[in-house]
DNA sequence: CTCTTGACTGAGG
DNA sequence: GCCTCAGCCAAGA
């Protein structure tokens, strides 16, 4: 179990830095994982910081693989070229092969993260 | 304590 | 298949 001692957003953080190189996740799968799949807004909420700490950002996506947080980016098409960089297609803020590159992380993780 | 906001999601038209 | 409405939940003022 994660300890309460962390907030909220400091739980995504550290689900999000586990996202493997070339992977995409949605809000609700890191929400599901923390066992909150009510809170999906909360962690597109706590990305909001996340942008300025070692969170790979641009690696979460909404559940349809659109890039609705490019805006916090920087309004530019940063983004996206992060994630073409790492192997990821993404088209009009739209990621290719969505459910290739989808990672889910209750899935591949354990109840365990350091 | 109460009200507002928000990088979401699912259901309905 | 696209658009709109409502629900959920945590943090900040």
């Known amino acids: 179990m994660q300890p309460e001692t962390l907030n909220f957003f400091e739980r995504v953080y550290k689900v999000a830095m586990q996202i493997p190189f070339g ?13 909150a799949s009510r809170s999906a807004r909360m962690v597109g909420y706590a ?16 559940r349809k ?28 803020h739209q990621i290719q092969n969505f459910e290739k590159v989808y990672w889910d992380p209750a899935k591949h993780l354990d109840t365990e993260q350091t």
Do not use: C, W
Request: glycine letters at 14%; charged letters at 15%; a neutral charge.
């Open 65 to 92: 693989g659109l890039l609705t947080g490019k805006q916090h980016f920087g309004g530019t098409n940063l983004m996206q070229q992060l994630l073409e960089s790492e192997g990821v297609q993404v088209v009009d």
């Open 23 to 35: 992977r995409v996740t949605s809000y609700g799968a890191i929400a599901n994982y923390l066992g």
């Open 47 to 62: 990305m909001n910081g996340s942008v300025n700490k070692d969170v790979p950002a641009h690696r979460v996506v909404n």
